[in-house]
């Protein structure tokens, strides 16, 4: 809750050590908490080009374009989100947005699953669709499944038979989807 004195820290952290990575991020960060957001994106490209594992630095620099309305760049940054969060690994191919021929906290799933119906119209109807779901939040999620013809499953997803897979929170990247749609808006495509 303090940006202007982490910024101080981190910089006099960075002036014993210029290419000191943790420095770098936390410095983003203070800029950004201050929304200084083009020096911080300087902080996190540094980040990036210092850091053995960059992808917390462009997740960052993902957000950053998010908050300046640049959705193409931001929504890739955001993707780097399951490597820098450490989201588990699949032996499965990832959807990308197409037809498929005959493809976070609650507050993240309920944000991202009014894509879900677009998604499915998108997949074919020859796409069987499944959605995990936290057991709480099976009940809530279930009807709108339901109505977009995918099914709500809770426990252990079992990639056995699938073909492709896709996080929910990156629908709307794979949807192409704009801005107004994370403010309550009616998606667009």
Known sequence: GQAALAETCFRSCLAARADYAAALQGLGKALHDQLRLNEAEQAFAAAAHHDMQPARARYHIGL?????????AGWLGWEKR????????????????????????????????????????RAGTAARITLGCAP???????????????????????????????????LQALLGAKAPEIFGAPPTY
Do not use: M, N
């Open 136 to 170: 709480p939040l099976l009940p809530l999620l279930a009807p709108l499944c339901a109505a977009a013809g995918i099914t709500a499953v809770t426990g252990s997803v079992v990639t056995r038979g699938v073909d492709h897979v896709a996080w929910l929170c990156s």
């Open 64 to 72: 950053l374009r998010l908050l300046q309305g640049d959705y193409a």
């Open 82 to 121: 399951i490597e820098a969060l450490g989201h588990p690994r699949l032996d499965v191919q990832f959807w990308t947005g197409k037809q498929i021929p005959g493809e976070q906290g609650f507050g993240d799933v309920l944000q991202f699953a009014c894509f879900l119906p677009e998604a499915a119209a």
